[in-house]
């Protein structure tokens, strides 16, 4: 089986349908791209939720005696073809360590981030974690010695965290860095797609800042779904196309503002349904029972020439005559057999 020629890009189809001075003109919209953490824009709506809670964490005091540790591998950098076996590898060294660190009593992992890095002058991955953990300053010289021994490469800066938001940040939006990725050979792009459609877990909480967000988060969904249906129910009457009778079973995404050849407009985004049927059926599913005599036909019925045309029409007309005129020359044409049989018996009377 060939691979995907464009693995990063979806396979449905979408089309937008101008609104006020363009409308109803149809503009084709092309596939878009896949909604994954790949991708900087998708990768935000996931990002901004996750800072905002850990800036709100920190002003409660969450973040005393925290630290903002780096960890990685410096002689064990993965080839592109073994990324994801090696990153799983990764992370089950770090589950191991930290699970046994958290034993102790005095290590607390609250926010943990994975980042893959592709080194162009070796050709391998880089893979290296950065974490936020609650760690006491009498500890910390154990807890930084034990690390060393599991890890070849460390990052343990002992100042403390002046900028929740900012870290977190810088742990989040370096999972992927599309402005740097543009520059990776096919292979590396590859790899890293292949880690997210794996769903391949990059950024974790634990501690009391996971036991947080699971007090505060459904609350906040809960508000927000709330609104969000009130939202989408008038969305939906505000992008209801009254005009439009014949149902396409296309999907409505949104009603959305583009710049059409300079001119900026409303529009309706649409995304074609999947193709059931076969091509041969199209016709039959488009039009109603009325015109069925045109979609019944065979597929290679030959359209009649001209005078084929003017022939048939003239031999219906004459059809409608006669059958209109019949009520006159039936007792004619009656009569006229009489007068010929009549004539028939006089003629052999005299030939007798």
């Not at 991955?125 to 760690?135: E, K, Q």
Request: contains cysteine; glycine residues 6%.
């Amino acid at each position: 089986m060939s691979p995907d020629p464009n693995p990063f890009q979806s396979q449905k189809e979408r089309y937008v349908v101008l609104l006020g001075d363009g409308s109803g003109e149809i503009v084709d919209w092309g596939k878009p791209l896949r909604g994954t953490r790949f991708f900087g824009p998708n990768a935000v709506r996931k990002d901004r939720p996750m800072v905002a809670d850990f800036q709100a964490f920190a002003k409660q005091g969450g973040l005393s005696d925290c630290v903002f540790w780096g960890i990685g591998l410096a002689c064990a950098k993965a080839e592109s073809t073994d990324l994801a076996a090696a990153l799983k590898r990764f992370n089950d060294r770090i589950n191991i360590e930290f699970s046994e660190l958290r034993k102790t009593g005095r290590f607390e992992m609250l926010l943990l981030v994975i980042h893959p890095r592709f080194d162009d002058n070796s050709g391998l991955f880089d893979l290296h974690a950065h974490f936020v953990a609650r760690v006491p300053r009498e500890h910390r010289d154990d807890i930084k010695h034990r690390l060393r021994c599991k890890f070849s490469k460390y990052d343990f800066p002992d100042h403390a965290i002046r900028n929740a938001a900012a870290v977190a940040t810088y742990m989040m939006w370096g999972i992927f860095r599309n402005k740097v990725m543009i520059s990776w050979p096919d292979h590396a792009l590859r790899a890293a797609w292949e880690l997210v459609e794996c769903r391949f877990q990059f950024v974790r909480t634990g501690g009391s800042f996971a036991k947080w967000r699971a007090v505060k988060r459904p609350a906040a969904e809960l508000s927000a779904n709330s609104v969000d249906e009130t939202l989408r129910r008038r969305n939906r009457e505000e992008t209801a196309d009254r005009r439009q009778n014949v149902i396409t079973g296309d999907r409505l995404l949104s009603r959305i503002m583009l710049t059409i050849r300079g001119v900026r407009m409303p529009a309706l985004l649409f995304e074609v349904a999947p193709q059931t049927m076969h091509a041969d059926d199209q016709s039959s599913r488009r039009y109603s029972s009325a015109v069925n005599i045109v979609t019944q036909e065979p597929p290679k019925w030959n359209k009649p020439t001209g005078q084929a045309q003017v022939c048939g029409c003239n031999t219906m007309v004459w059809h409608r005559l006669t059958a209109a005129l019949e009520w006159i020359t039936a007792p004619i044409s009656s009569l006229a057999g009489r007068i010929h049989g009549i004539g028939k018996k006089l003629v052999r009377k005299l030939r007798s």
